[in-house]
């Protein structure tokens, strides 16, 4: 996936250094062009002789070098498919989140327009800090992609997070942020996030979905060149830019939402969390807490099963959250709402599922086994599921375009 590609390797001052070395032999191994920009501080752990070697090319380190050119920052910048920092010390991560240019790398990122992934390593108690979270943050809204370092004993004897990842990982990660069209021309509806179905004017019924995954779906296949339509509840994360983003409340909302845009689409991907039931009335003021009362609960439509019995062409995929006898569910409702996928996950895993940011899944589909998948980040959990997807979709007409949708069942 990464042959041909050129990938821009940036490595700054910790430690970790050393790793980064493996991680350009990988990828010199993957077929890709490497390109290595150091720190001043990276030259004190590893001499760039190394990467040299390692890559072939020459390593840049001096904005003013002459060799490098009065544009090095623009030119390095507009030759990379990729650009990856490993590793991202806390210094590192504080310039890129605050937009300072006072160094090669940091002039460079801000002249870059492809996908940045930052790889954070350093001591727990530096990770744990509240500015470099909140720069982390700053760094995700940016558009910046982001790896969790590694928990174990690092080189200060501390236990606990700020392991530069392994580099056959970093490479992984890589490889699903580069960049592929294979969406292009499709429209793609994606659910994401929790309904709220109201007891009264301050109470509702909910769950714990954070809309991580859903976001990082929508994401994704805009980046594969997807028309994105997301249509979201509730959730703790920012959508990303560049999607059409419906916001709904309750289940019924996120019902209409959905079969009015579904004539369009041509992969409708459902891990929204919708809640199975809602009131069978609202109160119209906030109920006091007098006396003993008691709820009484209504099914909400399944939009799933509906989009499913008028599926057409459209690939449909679904989501299992489940706490027990998971792929026994899974392939039952496979079946019974007709889904071309579903991705079932046991949410009882403190690693996995509702709020986290990584996800162990499996890939449950109509015919051959069920694919179990690592426990990795979400967004590469989106890649894998998107993959597959666009592997039905190559063998469909598309109904998006009008060429089926006249015939969906539905009036919507």
Known sequence: MLTGKTVLVGVTGGIAAYKAAELVSLLVREGTVVRVVMTAAATRFVAPLTFASLSGNPVACDLFAPAAGVHAHIDLAAAADLVVVAPATADFLAKAAAGLADDLLTTLLLACTRPVLLCPAMNTNMYRHPAVRENLARLARLGYHLMEPDAGRLACGTVGPGRLPEPARIVEHLAALCPRRDLAGYTVLVTAGATREPIDPVRFISNRSSGKMGFALARAALERGARVILVSGA?????????????????????????????????????????????????????????????ELVRNPDILQELGASKGNRVLVGFAAETENLLESARAKLTKKNLDLLVANDVSRADSGFGSDTNLVWLVFPEGPPQELPLMDKRLVAERILDEAAGILAGRRPTGSGLTGATDGHNH
């Open 235 to 295: 959730a703790e994360v920012e959508p990303p830019p560049g999607v059409e983003l419906v916001t709904v409340d309750t289940a019924e909302a996120m019902r209409s939402a959905v079969l009015s845009f579904a004539p369009e689409c041509d992969l409708i991907v459902k891990a929204a969390a919708v809640a199975d039931y809602r009131p069978a009335r609202v109160a119209d003021q906030k109920i006091k807490k007098d006396r003993e009362r008691t709820l």
